[in-house]
């Protein structure tokens, strides 16, 4: 079953329809708001991660710690106002005398917590509370979080995290088990702990501000970013439909055109098969704009990270602008096509005629295919001077040029699946300018070649090819150009075209 004619009839209506092009700006608005929401929950899962590591990391230093002064038996440190004797340490050797008679007193795992936690409290804007549900030291007494949480270490040993709170005055709270390894046995034996018991937990306390203002500027970014995506998206999508509107109306304004031209047979299938070639430069600013979209989401990407380099950001915003104006220049280009393929139909006056560098032009056309050869195995090699000056209709030869292109990627290498070369001289001589355009592609038999420039003639009928491409080169060259055009080629030893057009400058013109 033949699907394509019902998607290319539905595809026409939708683009003659402009009441239905509402869909495709919602249908994007919908993808952005997808994006959007998925952005928003990494954004808080990040939240969430930043949030634990610092807790877990502040933990796992004072956990080190205890276990390092639990291996040593505790140490002194001299008496003084804030380091009084521990109350609640039981030893013979609680308080002793150095030989230079400074008074030291011993400094145990839990004092040494109770310690840190007072200096990390002045120093940032962290709370450390040692806690346990069989207590020594009544300071160490559990609030109902950490009561809760410790209740959960007796069953699993996970560490437990949480907000806690509303609005500013919400704090992230995070509490891990302590366990109770053979060092820790010389004070809490007496207590019935045996190794690997849980002995109870160290939670740390911070307000959610801290990672929560980091993340609200970053949803704020993206939201600026997926605004700005949906926008130029949405403005592409509707310029691309207004610029192939235009070219199907022009086309079927053709349509009854063509059918009265003596030189023109098959006219219907001339205008269906033509649609091919607009569809190259219209695939190109579909594909520019695909780029712009994924640049847009490297963006995003850049903006959610902590440090973003200006130089990371200007090489994208450069990018996005290389995107854009590719697509702008391919939908015109596009609607310079049908407009000239008309003219040529109804042998009409061609396009306005102006003073150009000729070697400009040729690098514009490949500066413009560049997205269909840039992933090839195939070279594009240009031999021309720039003080070659030309009056006459740049579209025409952009046309030529870009036909004779895109036939030797396609039919000489294959769809550019082999390697090749295509070369491009251009020079002027004896008031004419002269253009020998070759490569060394698969070349033609000479039964092909006889009917190269007819209209509607392929080799690859089944796959695509419309016969169109050079005809309309010769079309161009022969009434655009008011030149000539010759091809010579054989099996295996690619194609040369020869084209020769009266130079003019404009001050020949003038005269």
């Known amino acids: 079953m033949n699907y394509s004619a019902p998607l290319v009839r539905s595809f026409n209506a939708f683009i003659r329809t402009p009441s239905w092009w509402p869909l495709l700006i919602l249908f994007w608005a919908v993808v952005a708001g997808a994006s959007f929401a998925w952005n928003l929950s990494q954004l808080e899962q990040h939240a969430h991660v930043m949030a634990v590591s610092r807790g877990r990391l502040v933990f796992e230093m004072i956990e080190t710690t205890r276990l390092w002064a639990a291996q040593h038996g505790g140490v002194y440190a001299p008496v003084t106002s804030s380091t009084q004797p521990n109350p609640w340490l039981e030893t013979s050797e609680k308080t002793i005398t150095s030989p230079a008679g400074v008074e030291l007193t011993k400094i145990n795992p839990a004092y040494m917590t109770r310690q840190l936690g007072d200096l990390i409290a002045l120093e940032r804007d962290l709370r450390v509370h040692l806690t346990s549900l069989k207590l020594i030291n009544p300071d160490n007494k559990p609030d109902p979080w950490e009561r809760e949480s410790l209740e959960m270490f007796e069953k699993n040993r996970v560490e437990r995290v949480a907000i806690v709170g509303d609005g500013d005055s919400a704090n992230f709270r995070y509490m891990a088990p302590l366990e109770v390894k053979?060092?820790?046995?010389?004070?809490?034996?007496?207590?019935?702990?045996?190794?690997?018991?849980?002995?109870?937990?160290?939670?740390?306390?911070?307000?959610?501000?801290?990672?929560?203002?980091?993340?609200?500027?970053?949803?704020?970014?993206?939201?600026?970013?997926?605004?700005?995506?949906?926008?130029?998206?949405?403005?592409?999508?509707?310029?691309?439909?207004?610029?192939?509107?235009?070219?199907?109306?022009?086309?079927?304004?053709?349509?009854?055109?063509?059918?009265?031209?003596?030189?023109?047979?098959?006219?219907?299938?001339?205008?269906?098969?033509?649609?091919?070639?607009?569809?190259?430069?219209?695939?190109?600013?579909?594909?520019?704009?695909?780029?712009?979209?994924?640049?847009?989401?490297?963006?995003?990407?850049?903006?959610?990270?902590?440090?973003?380099?200006?130089?990371?950001?200007?090489?994208?915003?450069?990018?996005?602008?290389?995107?854009?104006?590719?697509?702008?220049?391919?939908?015109?280009?596009?609607?310079?096509?049908?407009?000239?393929?008309?003219?040529?139909?109804?042998?009409?006056?061609?396009?306005?005629?102006?003073?150009?560098?000729?070697?400009?032009?040729?690098?514009?056309?490949?500066?413009?295919?560049?997205?269909?050869?840039?992933?090839?195995?195939?070279?594009?090699?240009i031999d021309c001077q720039h003080d070659v000056r030309v009056f006459g209709v740049t579209g025409a030869l952009e046309q030529v040029l870009t036909n004779l292109l895109q036939n030797s990627r396609i039919h000489a290498f294959a769809d550019a699946s082999l390697p090749g070369l295509i070369r491009i001289r251009a020079e002027a001589r004896n008031d004419a300018v002269h253009i020998e355009f070759s490569d060394d592609g698969a070349g033609m038999d000479a039964a092909t070649l006889a009917h190269a420039f007819e209209p509607f003639y392929t080799t690859r009928r089944g796959s695509g090819g419309s016969g169109l491409g050079l005809y309309l080169v010769y079309n161009l060259v022969t009434r655009g150009l008011g030149g000539s055009i010759v091809c010579a080629s054989q099996p295996g030893q690619g194609a040369r075209f020869n084209i020769e057009f009266p130079q003019r400058s404009a001050a020949q013109k003038n005269g």
């Open 182 to 381: 053979k060092p820790c046995m010389v004070c809490h034996a007496k207590l019935g702990y045996q190794v690997g018991d849980v002995r109870g937990g160290i939670s740390v306390t911070f307000p959610a501000s801290y990672v929560l203002g980091i993340i609200d500027a970053q949803k704020r970014s993206s939201l600026i970013v997926h605004l700005a995506a949906f926008c130029i998206l949405s403005a592409l999508a509707w310029g691309s439909l207004l610029v192939i509107r235009r070219s199907l109306l022009a086309l079927e304004a053709a349509r009854g055109e063509l059918i009265e031209s003596e030189k023109m047979a098959s006219l219907g299938r001339m205008v269906a098969g033509f649609a091919h070639e607009v569809n190259t430069p219209v695939g190109v600013a579909v594909g520019a704009a695909s780029q712009s979209r994924e640049l847009l989401a490297e963006l995003g990407k850049l903006i959610k990270q902590d440090e973003v380099r200006e130089e990371d950001l200007q090489q994208r915003l450069e990018m996005l602008d290389e995107a854009s104006v590719l697509a702008l220049n391919n939908l015109q280009r596009a609607a310079s096509m049908v407009q000239s393929f008309k003219r040529t139909a109804v042998d009409q006056t061609s396009e306005a005629e102006r003073d150009y560098d000729l070697a400009e032009v040729i690098d514009d056309v490949r500066k413009t295919l560049h997205n269909s050869f840039k992933n090839t195995p195939v070279r594009i090699e």
